[in-house]
């Protein structure tokens, strides 16, 4: 394979092949002096357990997420089934992405979304050039409790939301 072998993929195609990948959605958030922000990221996971390593990546676009890096610290808030108009809300640029929704903060003082399957609190660890895209490094600093992961996960999938549960139910007959 030669180094230009990429010129050949077209980008839709690339988007459209990639989306059969499914993954849950999370909204990464952090302050911003005394102000909340986030952005919808599906593109999480975990990297390392010993230190305690977790990473998403980000548009180089995007006008939150220097916002969140500049205190060094953010949250992965992990999005229940019932939250798809979240998810939504936390995609749209330039509003008011925190209307109607109630949080409180880590120990660090990150913003955990109500209602979430589950979260992680981090300290930036590092971050990583990635073409249109920048993968940020987080290292783990709290986790939501075990008492708190009641709840069913939305997915992302080919380009949709969807819900575990009706999987469930079809798959049972
Ligand atoms: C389901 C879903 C998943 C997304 N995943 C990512 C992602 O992994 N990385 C990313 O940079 N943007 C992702 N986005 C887009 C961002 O949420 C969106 O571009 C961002 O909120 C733009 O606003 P900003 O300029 O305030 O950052 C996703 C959007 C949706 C709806």
């Known amino acids: 394979m030669t180094n230009n072998a990429h010129v050949g993929i077209d980008p839709r195609q690339f988007r459209d092949t990639l989306g059969h990948y499914a993954s849950g959605v999370t909204v990464v958030t952090g302050m911003e002096d005394d102000q909340p922000v986030g952005f919808t990221c599906q593109s999480f996971y975990s990297v390392s357990v010993d230190p305690p390593l977790i990473s998403f990546s980000v548009m180089k ?5 220097p916002r969140i890096a500049a205190s060094g610290r953010f949250a992965v808030n992990v999005l229940a089934h019932d939250q798809d108009t979240v998810s939504s809300q936390f995609a749209r640029k330039g509003t008011d992405k925190w209307a109607g929704i109630s949080w409180t903060p880590t120990a660090a003082g990150n913003p ?35 008492e708190w992961h009641t709840r069913e996960p939305l997915l992302f999938f080919k380009g949709a939301y969807r819900h575990l549960r009706e999987v469930a139910e079809r798959t049972d007959g």
């Not at 676009?61 to 997420?65: D, F, K, M």
């Not at 990635?130 to 987080?138: K, Q, R, S, T, Y």
């Open 61 to 65: 676009s995007s006008t939150t997420y």
């Open 112 to 146: 955990v979304i109500d209602g979430t399957l589950m979260w992680v609190d981090c300290d930036a660890w590092a971050e990583y050039d990635a073409g249109d895209h920048l993968i940020i490094v987080g290292r783990v600093v709290e986790l939501s409790p075990p």
